[in-house]
């Protein structure tokens, strides 16, 4: 399988998952709100947990379902026009309590009370509300002012969450008794909490409208930080900021945990969602209107909650409360709530005062979870005044203080906008205390181990130990060792090493490589400046370069069909890397080549005055290598192997330029190859979205072997690999010119939402395209030039290797992803070049991806 990871959000959750969690009280009602005369059912009917923010709203039958933790025993009901009721319940027990509700005759002549019926549309006040906050949406926006200024302030805080008595009392936690901290037992999180991360930061930010612009300016900032040897603390303040971005409700979209939900204003949104009308507030100048919104369909990507909005002919947002339905087809999210408040500036338009965002992550609906709250505020507005055009030169994103000098206590105590809460307050004591504690430091080594593949022993780390043992057909039994220095052995020189051995060839492979850092920072830390110089002698087949894994990698040793056709290689590689804080890099290298051909594999040429096949043993190259890559905006997790991205909405663009020298250190071939890349994933709101990834190569020169040419990147595991054709053969194609699109298209349970008997399970549909077109010059075929080396034969004789004969290689796939949350299953089907020896027209594929 394909170990690619989104781990960091697990870190925290599996210091305490390896106990067994009892869990809080909890009780379940369900039941049915009607008119006590009429016995019509009253839909969206408000049902709350009396001084608690435990809350449910009816459905259009009038149905409703309340979840309630702890030990509470009344629910009241409230719908606008009806007298409000308060019942009784037993607490820890499922139960059903149908309620009807009275005409309040005082408010006879203020409301019309409608009972059941079809919702629609036209001519529905709530659809003509809402029309015109979107048609003023633009007006009412920080943005649509010449200059913007304003200072912000950004907290954000992850704690474990709904932790029982008898787990905090546990033997394991007996050190750690200072951690845990009581909150109100109705807030999300529950009563028992174990704060484990927070991060401030305090920034003024300018915005000029023509030409668009924005800058940022960090004040200050600071963060609880873990030991740099288990957890990549950039990495996971950026996975955190990802999952927890900036709520506008102005945007058509939302981002919530690297999903896109529709707001309740965008352009489209009567065609998604349901509004009622509930109330006026007269209390307040100007009027406000209470409008509710809930979604069509209940596990649609949808928000559903309530605004309220003014009266003033600028129908602008005074507040919001935006929550999801539980039966939301968002995987781990066991609550949400989003509080956005604004205020009123002088020209009568409101701006953003505070948004608060919390979240609760949990593996199931009962017991201990993760809970985390971004809160940002804003204040010292100052509207369409002159911004000097120096402020919005250089970065985006600039500090604006001095890294060596860290604010004081003092000074974070006057600059916050809001106090710390009583569960924050000790946090950074804590969790710089929390790393000296031994038994955590164990604990952080474990966890480090079963998902890096490392285990750490100070200024080295031995793994990665998913490749200790694997085997293929020409090695057989394959046993691995190796590892690498650490920081604590010195931050500007770095060794990685390993030694494999196969007991089926009887050989020994190995790898050594020696890192100088350029800017005294580790070589895996942003930005990096570094120069490598390694050798390699071991295995490979031909063409596969893998993203994210490693071929001797131990799942990937089992495949279908005949692959033994592989290379020994000797690989000895010079590298210079240099990256830049706007993500654009470069990479410049010299890699003198040395391969043989191993298993089934011959490197032969037709001598056509003897007509005599010649074996040849070994084939030299030398090559230069230039690389630029563009990532704007990237995002990524800082893993023990590799960068782990993050994705996002910018594209990344990849450039690659290698040639070939004859005649200098054994090279036989002059070329130039150049490929480019891009990839980009393209949000489509309620339509899920789609990752794109156009390529194309071209190889100039004449007379190149085959090995050199362009070997497309098949797959005979039974993974499914986004980078690969998942039913192409190894080394069944080759080109010196191609393009190719790779389209990967996520429904998100667009389609299955809608079936009744699928949207339980929370089921997502995919549906890939694979098309590759190329063709090798005859200049370069081995067809047409029988002194080049012929292309691969299996045992009967037959053609293992072909071009694309200008005939596009197409392969297609539909899948059901998130099954059990975790497991994505395709059939894949190949289109054409189905006369092929020992290729298959459908296959099954499986991977396992986490995922919100």
């Known amino acids: 399988m394909q170990t690619r990871y989104k781990l960091p959000i697990l870190v925290l959750w599996i210091i305490f998952m390896q106990a067994n969690l009892t869990f809080a009280q909890t009780t379940t009602i369900r039941g049915v709100i009607s008119d006590s005369a009429s016995k019509e059912t009253l839909p969206y009917a408000s049902v709350v947990v009396p001084g608690t923010s435990f ?9 409703f379902t309340i979840q309630i933790q702890g030990n509470y025993n009344k629910i009241q009901v409230q719908y606008i026009g009806y007298n409000t009721i308060t019942r009784t319940f037993m607490p820890g027990r499922e139960q059903v309590i149908n309620l009807r509700l009275n005409v309040n005759t005082s408010l006879l002549k203020e409301v019309v009370v409608r009972g059941k019926g079809r919702y629609r549309n036209r001519n529905n006040p709530a659809v003509e509300l809402i029309q015109n906050v979107i048609d003023h949406k633009k007006e009412n926006q920080p943005e649509a002012n010449d200059f913007v200024e304003y200072e912000q302030y950004e907290k954000i805080s992850f704690a474990l ?4 008595n008898k787990f905090k009392d546990k033997r394991i936690f007996r050190n750690y008794q200072f951690l845990f901290q009581q909150q109100d037992s109705a807030s999300i999180g529950g009563k028992n909490i174990l704060p484990a991360y927070l991060e401030e930061k305090i920034s003024q930010v300018y915005y000029r409208k023509d030409p668009t612009k924005k800058k940022q300016v960090i004040l200050a900032d600071q963060r609880a930080e873990y030991d740099s040897r288990f957890i990549d603390n950039d990495g996971l303040s950026t996975y955190f ?7 506008n409700i102005y945007d058509n979209n939302i981002s919530v945990v690297t999903n896109l939900l529709l707001s309740p204003i965008a352009n489209n949104s009567p065609t998604f969602y349901k509004f009622f009308i509930r109330d006026t507030v007269k209390t307040e100048q100007p009027w406000l209107v209470e409008l509710n919104f809930i979604p069509r369909n209940k596990t649609d990507l949808l928000f559903e909650g309530k605004m309220f909005i003014t009266l003033d002919g600028h129908y602008s947002v005074h507040c919001a409360y935006l929550t999801v339905n539980k039966d939301i087809n968002l995987n781990f999210m066991r609550d949400l709530e989003a509080k956005l408040e604004y205020e009123k500036s002088a020209d009568g338009r409101y701006r953003p005062m505070k948004k608060t965002l919390a979240m609760e992550f949990a593996l199931g609906e009962k017991g ?23 402020i919005f030169k250089g970065p985006a994103e600039v500090i604006g203080y001095d890294l060596e000098v860290k604010p004081t206590s003092e000074y974070w105590q006057a600059a916050r906008h809001v106090p710390l809460e009583k569960t924050e307050i000790a946090i950074y004591k804590n969790v710089d205390t929390l790393q000296t504690i031994k038994s955590f430091q164990r604990t952080m080594d474990i966890i480090t181990l079963l998902f890096a593949g490392y285990k750490n022993f100070g200024a080295v780390e031995m793994g990665p130990v998913n490749t200790f043992y694997s085997f293929n057909p020409v090695e057989g039994l394959r046993l691995r060792f190796g590892g690498r220095t650490t920081p604590e052995f010195s931050k500007r020189v770095y060794f990685e090493s390993y030694a494999a051995y196969g007991f089926k060839d009887q050989k020994w492979k190995y790898f050594l490589s020696g890192t100088y850092s350029l800017n005294n920072k580790s070589v895996y830390h942003f930005p990096l400046h570094y120069l490598r110089v390694s050798y390699q002698r071991d295995t490979k087949i031909p063409g596969q370069e893998l993203q994210f894994v490693q071929e001797d990698n131990f799942l990937l040793s089992f495949k279908r069909g005949n692959n033994d056709r592989w290379l020994y290689n000797d690989i000895y590689k010079l590298e210079y890397v240099r990256e830049f804080r706007n993500k654009m890099s470069y990479k410049i290298g010299f890699t003198q080549w040395r391969q043989t051909p191993a298993g089934a594999l011959e490197y032969q040429y037709l001598d056509v005055e003897n007509d005599a096949l010649i074996n040849v043993p070994e084939l030299n190259n030398t090559e230069v290598n230039v690389e630029l890559r563009y990532a704007p905006k990237e995002q990524y997790y800082q893993g023990k192997l590799y960068r ?19 005649g200098f250190l054994k090279g036989e071939y002059n070329y130039h190859n150049l490929t480019g890349n891009v990839n980009k994933r393209i949000f489509l709101s309620q339509f899920g979205y789609t990752d794109v990834t156009l390529e194309g190569g071209y190889i100039f020169g004449n007379q190149i072997p085959f090995p050199l040419l362009s070997i497309h990147r098949a797959n005979q595991t039974y993974a499914y690999q986004l980078g690969s054709y ?23 349970g667009f389609i299955f939402n809608k079936i009744p008997l699928l949207k339980r399970l929370k089921l997502r549909e995919v549906f890939s395209f694979r098309g590759l077109v190329g063709d090798v010059r005859d200049e370069n075929n081995p067809v047409k030039n029988p002194s080049l080396y012929r292309f691969p034969t299996n045992e009967d004789g037959t053609l293992a290797t072909y071009t694309l004969r200008k005939e596009p290689y197409i392969e297609g796939s539909v ?21 092929h020896p020992n290729v298959s027209e459908w296959g099954i594929r499986a991977r396992v991806k986490f995922d919100f």
């Open 55 to 63: 809350g449910a709203l009816a459905d259009d039958d009038g149905k």
């Open 161 to 164: 969450s709904n932790l029982s």
């Open 241 to 247: 900021n990802r999952l927890y971005e900036d709520i």
């Open 368 to 390: 201990g979870g993760l809970y985390g709250q971004r809160m940002v505020t804003y204040k010292n507005y100052a509207i369409n005044q002159s911004i000097p055009d120096s």
């Open 644 to 662: 782990i991205p993050i994705p996002n909405k910018y594209p990344i663009f990849t450039m690659r330029y290698n040639t070939g020298i004859s």
């Open 726 to 748: 998942n039913l192409m053969n190894f080394l069944e194609f080759v080109s010196d010119h191609y393009a190719s699109l790779n389209v990967e298209y996520y429904f998100n």
């Open 815 to 835: 899948g059901i992803a998130n099954i059990f949350k975790l497991l994505r299953v395709d059939l894949v089907k190949r289109l054409n070049y189905l006369d």
